[in-house]
Nanobody, 123 residues
Framework: VQLQASGGGLVQAGGSLRLSCAAS????????MGWFRQAPGKEREFVAA????????IYSDSVKGRFTISREYGNAKAYLQMNSLKPEDTAVYYC?????????????????WGQGTLVTVSS
């Protein structure tokens, strides 16, 4: 399965961006999808995830209330709407597919990864 992430860019603090992720195989439509990010010099961290049908979402505390994850039902596409962006949101954002239909934070359950898209938030 190949994942293609897009939508990153440069934005001022307080602005918005929408990231998109498309998986190459339809089988991913039965799996949870999620977003992670990695800032320079830091570990990769979980951002948000959505279940196979979009009915369940989970977020990290750092983005809760500002970011919204969604997906097209029955489709291997996911989105991350990012509002009220802060400089600390600057990172490379990766989309991923979970081995299960319901998302979990266990890293070993995320089995496919995209190449990443850079988000830079200026102050």
């Amino acid at each position: 399965v190949q994942l293609q992430a897009s939508g990153g860019g440069l934005v001022q603090a307080g602005g918005s961006l929408r990231l998109s992720c498309a998986a190459s195989k339809r089988t991913s439509s039965n799996n949870a999808m999620g977003w992670f990010r990695q800032a320079p010099g830091k570990e990769r961290e979980f951002v948000a995830a959505v279940s196979w049908n979009g009915g369940r979402t989970i977020y990290s505390d750092s983005v809760k209330g500002r970011f919204t994850i969604s997906r097209e039902y029955g489709n291997a596409k996911a989105y991350l709407q990012m509002n009220s962006l802060k400089p600390e949101d600057t990172a490379v954002y990766y989309c991923a597919v979970n081995r299960r239909p319901v998302p979990s934070l266990e890293v070993s359950n995320w089995i496919y990864w995209g190449q990443g898209t850079l988000v830079t938030v200026s102050s």
